[in-house]
């Protein structure tokens, strides 16, 4: 394989070839065209759909490029969320420092919107500059009685991944303000991040079971709710790559137990439903699990069926951001007669890879951190026909002349729980079998 770089050699993998563990988990190869953002970047993806909060990024306005549009979540209340504000730093700034500035706009924008709390993140120039933004956030919480948290996030200090404990630990800070009471089986829903409104399908599922919902961070997310978190039985994460870090600072802290979930594909979403009834050993919650998941089935098989019978023998290629998303899309391609090809992801662990391979079948090409150059080959070489990613892989998919599924942070039609596969089937039809691509060979 020529076109990887050498020190990248052990971190791709062949299922059925090689049976060593796939390198993975460590910092990117500079030189590589890695598809991770930076530290800043995960950060706002996780914090921001708190919608009742306010944003401000500091830093050079660049950096606020990252907007609600990189990551529609919807609310149903307020959309604070959606406004993008910057401290706008300066060469002035830079070399006498931005704190002022910082403080005065912050207060500014806290009096004019009246959010519940303030996230103020840290960006590449902050940390070179060396501006106290957990002082100004102190005086802040000081002055407007709400709480103002430093999001310590400058792009440089790692990858997307880190900027997701960032986010973490800022969640944490809210988390055991308020104790409000609530039922005895309640579940708080981490890692879903109300995506074309994905987390009110959950909400309906959870509800049908008798299930209450306490907080959900952080789609239509509220820091009232983040806030009692702490009061909930069970903390279901979704999206692990991003959410585990917090479930584990509840559990050390709180005693909360967390289970790991998926709602993409109709396998891993039952999973999750029973799951939940198996956690609180209740006969009734699980009947109820099971005759919502008999009623979907029975509703969705036929128009599976219509599709598995036109998509049998096309070939796909995931690359995405968390790997356990990747094993969902696996499952969920082969139920409609596609085969996965190539599997990849950013930040996958040494267990995500394992199972990947024992899933693929023979041949999968399995990749860690891959870049432009690597995912362009092995489409070419595996004749995929359909690469499923995000927004930094379309260009490539489209460049090539193959059809593109966006499952990442843009999609504005729901791809999760069992409403989810549907819209997924039709999405992967419509872009496989598109006549566009005849004209691009
Ligand atoms: S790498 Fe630095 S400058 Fe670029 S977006 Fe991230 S924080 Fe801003």
């Given at each position: 394989m020529a076109h990887i770089l050498d020190e990248r050699q052990l971190q791709v993998s062949v299922a059925g070839t090689n049976e060593r563990t796939i390198d993975c988990n460590k910092a990117s190869l500079a030189g590589s065209v890695s598809q991770r953002a930076c530290v800043f970047c995960g950060s706002r993806v996780v914090l921001y759909p708190i919608s009742d909060a306010l944003h401000l990024i500091h830093?050079?306005?660049?950096?606020?490029?990252?907007?609600w549009d990189i990551r529609g979540s919807l609310s149903s209340g307020p959309e604070l969320h959606r406004l993008s504000f910057s401290t706008d730093l300066q060469e002035r700034d830079v070399i006498f420092g931005g704190e002022t500035k910082l403080y005065n706009a912050a207060l500014e924008l806290i009096n004019a919107h009246k959010p519940k709390a303030a996230f103020i993140y840290s960006t590449c120039i902050v940390g070179v500059i060396g501006d106290d933004v957990e002082r100004a956030c102190r005086m802040l919480e000081e002055e407007t009685g709400i709480p103002v948290i430093a999001v310590q996030a400058p792009g440089f200090q790692g990858s997307k991944k880190d900027g997701y404990k960032v986010a973490c630990e800022s969640i944490f800070k809210l988390v055991g303000r308020v104790n409000n009471p609530i039922p005895a089986k309640s579940i708080n829903i981490l890692g879903d991040f109300n995506l074309a409104g994905e987390l009110w399908i959950l909400l309906d599922y959870y509800k049908k079971m008798g299930v209450h919902v306490n907080a959900t961070i952080t789609g239509d997310g509220r820091v009232e709710a983040i806030s009692n978190?702490?009061?909930?039985?069970l903390n279901v994460v979704q999206c692990s790559g991003s959410m585990n870090y917090l479930a584990k600072l509840m559990k050390d802290e709180y005693n909360i137990p967390s289970m790991r979930v998926s709602y993409f594909g109709i396998e891993d979403m039952s999973d999750a439903l029973y799951d939940v009834a198996r956690f609180f050993k209740d006969d009734d919650m699980m009947d109820k699990a099971r005759e919502l998941v008999k009623e979907e089935i029975s509703r969705m098989m036929p128009a599976l069926a219509w599709y598995k019978e036109r998509l049998t023998g096309k070939k796909a290629a995931i690359y995405v951001g968390g790997a356990f998303k990747a094993i969902s899309l696996v499952k969920a391609l082969r139920l409609i007669g596609v085969q996965t090809v190539i599997v990849g992801s950013q930040t996958g662990t040494p267990e995500d890879y394992e199972l990947i391979k024992q899933l693929c079948d023979e041949g999968t090409i399995i990749v860690d951190d891959s870049n432009p150059v690597e995912l362009s080959h092995f489409v070419k070489e595996k004749q995929a026909d359909i690469f499923i990613g995000g927004v930094k892989e379309r260009p490539i998919a489209h460049k090539i002349g193959l059809g593109f599924c966006d499952h990442n942070h843009e999609r504005k039609e729901p791809l999760a729980g069992y409403e989810g596969m549907i819209n997924f089937a039709k999405e992967i039809y419509a872009t496989a079998m598109s006549p566009v691509w005849k004209f691009t060979k």
């Open positions: 830093g050079p306005i660049g950096c606020a490029a990252y907007t978190a702490h009061n909930a039985a």
